[in-house]
């Protein structure tokens, strides 16, 4: 279910339906029904176009990493931080900075500036392994230790596949005390449901944000706009999954 649930969304990002668009624009040219083809290499185009554009993924992903407010001051009652997986590549040729993904980093650092501020807390990293010799937990406490915190206050979940499971293991070792969840700003909406859904007295620490308004922004089409859509895209879709099983 979760393979066939990844493949799937895959299929319904930007980039995929773009294509898709386009495919069929191409299919219509060469089967020489010139009008529907230029409708729909006309139609992909403008769809490439308005997704990398700077206004217009800031418009699809600003609602997400608003929705909760960035945690400055770390409570000083919290006893749990948790730092949610997102993606690594073994290789022992490279340090460890460059096989843990700069999601991932970035999370962890944030993580990390809440456990420098705590006295007795444990640190949650989770994340499971794919085809990977190593979990992504694994991965991320093996940073986590190069950056200063403590082995025996970390807790490593290795099996966990996505934020719901990460939410259900996290409420067998927290319970009903407070928690700090570090995530994506654009990924904290999906994660604080999650989490909340399994009665966790979390509290939403995002980072990572990604929007920003510059003199050129009506001007500004590249790829990592095109990617701020895609990511927007993900969570939606996401929260949708999540709401039709149930999970939030």
Do not use: C
């Amino acid at each position: 279910m979760f393979l066939l649930k990844k493949i799937i969304s895959a299929f319904l990002l930007p980039i995929p339906i773009g294509i898709f668009i386009l495919i069929v624009g191409l299919a219509f040219l060469y089967l020489k029904s010139y009008k529907k083809a230029k409708i729909f290499i006309v139609i992909g185009i403008i769809w490439f176009v308005l997704l990398s554009n700077e206004l217009i993924s800031n418009f699809l992903i600003e609602p997400l990493e608003n929705y909760h407010s960035s945690l400055l001051m770390t409570p000083a009652d919290v006893e749990y931080v948790m730092v949610l997986g997102s993606g690594h590549r073994t290789n022992e040729l490279l340090p460890i900075t460059s096989q843990v993904h700069p999601v991932s980093i970035n999370r962890l650092v944030e993580g990390i500036r809440h456990y420098q501020q705590l006295k007795n807390i444990k640190f949650i990293v989770s994340g499971y392994a794919f085809d990977d010799p190593n979990s992504q937990a694994q991965m991320q406490k093996r940073l986590a230790i190069a950056l200063g915190v403590d082995e025996k206050d970390i807790i490593t979940l290795d099996t966990t596949k996505d934020t719901q499971q990460e939410a259900q293991e996290a409420k067998k070792i927290v319970k009903d005390k407070k928690l700090i969840v570090v995530t994506s700003a654009d990924h904290m909406m999906r994660a604080m449901m999650l989490f909340k859904k399994e009665g966790l007295n979390a509290i939403a620490s995002p980072t990572g944000h990604s929007v920003y308004y510059g003199w050129s922004s009506l001007y500004d089409f590249s790829a990592k706009n095109l990617r701020k859509s895609e990511s927007a895209f993900h969570e939606y879709l996401g929260i949708v999954y999540s709401f039709i099983r149930g999970e939030i």
